[in-house]
């Protein structure tokens, strides 16, 4: 049953959580991911009544079901335009979507790794120094990398700051460009009480590096699924230029 017509239409592999209740993770990517004319193609990671924010939640480890979901689309030769990788919740998850990226990507496949970490300057409470270790070598294979302040200092073990210059933040992005990515947003820089902005960080085949901080008027409070969202549209926006 390979390629029988699988895959004539652009796909992005949705690697998350899928949360009921909240407007986050797998909830709010796919519906965007199909209104921008892509089809939204979701492994789930693990299942929440409502995200983590909340003081209480049903949780359900989708790790063991993982493998054999994604053993059958081999069988149907599927391949993807995007690989978008959000929430892993351990170690056997991120050796999984490794296998995934090394065995779906192909010379016409973006790979958006985003490495949902932490926020305010702490890890969640599943990150172990083991893990961050492990997300690491996941964000070596991608072409993207989309993390918040926390998890750019994570990800390169830089003490955590609550303002940041130009300049800090370009020795951050290119830090994380030593691990392999060579496109960089680092997203939710708070500038004081008026401003939220992004830094953008890419280098060039020749060496040249191109990067600027890209600011906007912060509007209301801090909101859950904002980083699936962004994450979501860079990966689309990306498989609209494969050819």
Known sequence: MRNMGHNNQKKVAAI???????????????????????????????IFSNHSGYDSYFF????????PYIDEWRKLGLEFEGIYTGFLGS?????????????????????IVDPVMGDGGSAYSTYTEDMCRDMRRLVSEADIVTPNVTEACMLTGTEYREKYTDAQLHELAGMIAQLGPK???????RQGSSYISNYVYEENADGSVNARRLRSKLVGTTRCGTGDIFASIISVSYTHLTL
């Open 183 to 189: 496109k960089i947003v680092i997203t939710g820089i």
């Open 60 to 67: 359900d480890d989708c790790t063991d079901k993982m493998q």
């Open 91 to 111: 170690h056997r998850q991120i050796d999984i979507v490794r296998r995934f990226i090394d065995d779906f990507r192909t010379e016409r496949t973006t790979v």
């Open 16 to 46: 998350n959580d899928l949360s009921g209740f909240g407007r986050c993770s797998t909830t709010v990517l796919l519906p965007i991911i199909s209104y921008m004319g892509v089809q939204c193609c979701p492994v789930i990671t693990s």
